[in-house]
């Protein structure tokens, strides 16, 4: 007899399938029984977990972002030199963990709905608030300790974050325009221009 699995397992097993779907028709022509074909699952064990589509768009939603800001946090957070976080977070996010196309299209369809949906603005903006003050943080510590008091931590924070939300729009749009590997580099030079006694930590070498 097979093992039950448990409410958690059929819960990422739904997610999964969600984001499959999502990156393959869009957020607005995923439905519960396109999930459920995909996950292998009954439409009862959907409805079991999660009541509604939008319950489970709004899960699957909080596991991307989830997902993705516990490895940023856990770099920012770290106890090394505020120059090796940043070079850290730099191969995090051009990681291919990060930058799988699945992933990166589940991404931008949420955003995109995001200002018509007020629910899935309220989760992307509380985590990217999260994200961007912790990295003003990091920034600030190594304007502090570097010697670099003529920067803005808030100003570079916002310029390094749109940069790295473009960079990424392009990687999954224009993949044959922009490689990883160059996409990694445009982010790595706006760093080292900023602290360019820092630039071998920022590369990794430090």
């Known amino acids: 007899m097979s093992k039950i699995k ?3 397992v059929r819960q990422e097993e739904l997610i999964a399938a969600t984001m499959r779907c999502i990156a393959r028709v869009g957020l607005s022509a995923t439905t519960l029984q396109m999930v459920t074909r995909e996950a292998g699952l009954s439409l009862g064990i959907a409805n079991l977990h999660f ?3 939008e319950n489970l ?5 909080e596991a ?27 191969d995090f996010q051009f990681s291919a ?4 196309r699945e992933k990166m299209s589940v991404w931008f369809a949420y955003y995109g709905e995001a200002s018509a949906r007020p629910m899935y603005q309220k989760i992307c903006a509380s985590m990217d608030r999260l994200a961007a003050n912790k990295l003003e943080q990091v920034l600030a510590a190594l304007i502090s300790t ?3 008091q003529r920067l803005d931590a808030r100003q570079l924070a916002t310029g ?4 790295i939300d473009g960079l990424w729009l392009s990687l999954l749009v224009a993949p044959r325009s922009l490689t990883k590997k160059n996409a990694k580099h445009i982010a790595a030079t706006y760093l080292i221009d900023a602290f360019p006694r820092h630039r071998e930590e920022l ?4």
């Open 51 to 53: 009541q509604s589509k």
């Open 64 to 90: 991307v972002m989830r997902e993705y800001h516990s490895g940023q946090f856990a770099i920012l957070e770290g106890e090394v030199s505020p120059a090796v976080r940043l070079g850290r977070l730099l």
């Open 97 to 100: 963990r990060v930058t799988n």
């Open 146 to 148: 570097g010697g670099y």
């Open 6 to 8: 448990s409410k958690e």
């Open 57 to 61: 768009l709004r899960a699957t939603l």
């Open 203 to 206: 590369l990794g070498r430090g």
């Open 160 to 163: 390094y974050l749109a940069m």
